[in-house]
């Protein structure tokens, strides 16, 4: 259902790391798009002060969200009711949530519609690319999770809608560019020779990762490292080695990066498996192109070429001026959500 709007729209991704905004004009242009760090499991104190940083903007609010299940809330229907009323207290009456298959409901229905306005971010991008491009297969790659989700016929093709039932499907996994621990990528990695078990430690991220293999995006990694420094190569590389039990200086900067590569590859090798089971079930053609979306694209990209699909990045298809493509591309499900808000 459209809600008839005269003024911007304000489509909001409200996750449980990070806050995602974009601004469209009443005719569809995209006036602005913005991610900020949001460390929600800290309170949400920390909305506040991530919309503080956001330019000033007004307008009529629709929102989506994944933020239901940080800590905050003892489970995802609590989460959806508490975080829909915190978001109707800041962003007003008129606010509408976005419920997935259900369309958009008042922030006081969220409640009734808590299955289906459960991180139905995913459902908001591949809605929207549905009508604008009619077939293809949405990876969308952020810094903690993967979506992969067939469209055609304007359609969401998905087997599984809520978080358990999409990682069954392999349409959800988690999985991402920056925020993922390295010691969630494999049992062990090879190091000098030999298969060395990692650590079960927070003391490396894939952030460390790709800064390594030089395929980190800007503003892709907006949280703290994990040991609290500096992100450059060589605090990633002093990271990642703690990881086999090694250190920067005995080892080289070379090893390091050798190691961060093998770590890329086993990552996307996870996630070249769980387009395959995806795919396997058939929905698309052999031609339909994959849609790149996340900080996390670059990827994606690999996937497609892997998979022998056009690839098309999702930023080209959500904004019109190219200038606003790649923040789009990062921030798909905020400019997605508004989008829709049109039809």
């Known amino acids: 259902m459209s809600i008839p709007m005269d003024d911007p729209i304000l489509g909001w991704d409200v996750g449980g790391a990070h806050l995602k905004r974009a601004v469209l004009a009443p005719d569809g242009s995209l006036l602005s798009v913005e991610m900020?760090?949001?460390?929600?499991?800290?309170?949400?104190?920390?909305?506040?002060?991530?919309?503080?940083?956001?330019?000033?903007?007004?307008?009529?609010?629709?929102?989506?969200?994944?933020?239901?299940?940080?800590?905050?809330?003892?489970?995802?229907?609590?989460?959806?009711?508490?975080?829909?009323?915190?978001?109707?207290e800041r962003l007003g009456a008129d606010m509408r949530i976005y419920a997935g298959r259900a369309g958009f409901v008042p922030a006081a229905e969220a409640p009734d519609h808590a299955g289906d306005v459960a991180s139905a971010n995913w459902h908001a991008t591949a809605a929207a690319l549905a009508r604008m491009c009619g077939e293809g297969v949405l990876v969308d790659i952020g810094s903690t999770t993967t979506d992969i989700i067939k469209?055609?016929?304007?359609?969401?093709?998905?087997?599984?809608?809520?978080?358990?039932?999409?990682?069954?499907?392999?349409?959800?996994?988690?999985?991402?560019?920056?925020?993922?621990?390295?010691?969630?990528?494999?049992?062990?990695?090879?190091?000098?020779?030999?298969?060395?078990?990692?650590?079960?430690?927070?003391?490396?991220?894939t952030a460390d990762v790709h800064r390594l293999t030089g395929e980190l995006p800007e503003g892709a990694d907006l949280h703290p490292a994990a040991d609290g420094g500096e992100k450059t190569r060589?605090?990633?590389?002093?990271?990642?080695?703690?990881?086999?039990?090694?250190?920067?200086?005995?080892?080289?900067?070379?090893?390091?990066?050798?190691?961060?590569?093998?770590?890329?590859?086993?990552?996307?090798?996870?996630?070249?498996?769980?387009?395959?089971?995806?795919?396997?079930?058939?929905?698309?053609?052999?031609?339909?192109?994959?849609?790149?979306?996340?900080?996390?694209?670059?990827?994606?990209?690999?996937?497609?070429?892997?998979?022998?699909?056009?690839?098309?990045?999702?930023?080209?298809?959500?904004?019109?001026c190219p200038a606003f493509a790649a923040a789009a591309a990062d921030c798909a499900p905020a400019v997605a959500v508004a989008r829709l808000a049109l039809y």
Request: some cysteine.
């Open 36 to 88: 900020v760090a949001c460390p929600l499991w800290q309170g949400l104190d920390k909305l506040d002060a991530a919309m503080a940083t956001l330019s000033p903007a007004t307008g009529r609010s629709v929102v989506t969200m994944t933020g239901e299940l940080t800590d905050l809330w003892p489970d995802r229907a609590s989460g959806v009711a508490g975080l829909s009323q915190a978001l109707a």
């Open 151 to 205: 469209f055609a016929g304007a359609e969401v093709c998905f087997a599984g809608y809520t978080d358990a039932e999409r990682m069954e499907a392999g349409e959800l996994v988690y999985s991402g560019a920056a925020r993922t621990p390295v010691m969630a990528l494999a049992a062990t990695l090879p190091f000098r020779g030999r298969q060395v078990p990692l650590m079960a430690e927070h003391f490396a991220t």
């Open 234 to 320: 060589e605090a990633s590389a002093r990271r990642l080695l703690r990881m086999v039990g090694r250190d920067l200086g005995p080892c080289s900067m070379a090893e390091a990066e050798a190691f961060a590569a093998f770590a890329a590859e086993v990552q996307l090798h996870r996630l070249q498996g769980a387009l395959a089971q995806v795919l396997s079930a058939g929905g698309v053609a052999a031609d339909a192109p994959l849609v790149g979306a996340g900080v996390g694209r670059f990827l994606a990209a690999r996937l497609a070429a892997r998979s022998g699909r056009p690839y098309r990045d999702a930023g080209e298809i959500l904004a019109e």
